[in-house]
């Protein structure tokens, strides 16, 4: 059986601020993981799970950072 891995991004982590702790990773392993057990019936040691945790710096979103183009969207009427 092939080996499938799950990656989960946590937008929003900035220098200073608090991010996830090592219990919120080990409940986002072990549901992800359940998960596709669940679903795919993969074995849980054929599934890797990364967590990464991006600085809100790092990415962006509509050809602009993307805290400016929440910024935008925020503003434009509907």
């Known amino acids: ?11 929003g982590a900035t220098p200073g601020t608090a991010s996830l702790t090592a219990e919120d990773k080990a409940a986002l392993i072990k549901g ?13 040691d054929s599934t890797f799970v990364v967590i990464e945790e991006v600085d809100t ?19 434009q009427p509907g």
């Open 57 to 75: 710096d790092n990415w962006g979103w509509g050809g602009m950072p993307v805290l400016e183009f929440r910024r935008r969207r925020a503003t």
């Open 1 to 11: 059986m092939p080996i499938v891995t799950i990656q989960v991004t946590r937008e």
């Open 32 to 44: 992800s993981s359940q998960l596709l057990l669940d679903v795919l019936g993969k074995p849980l």
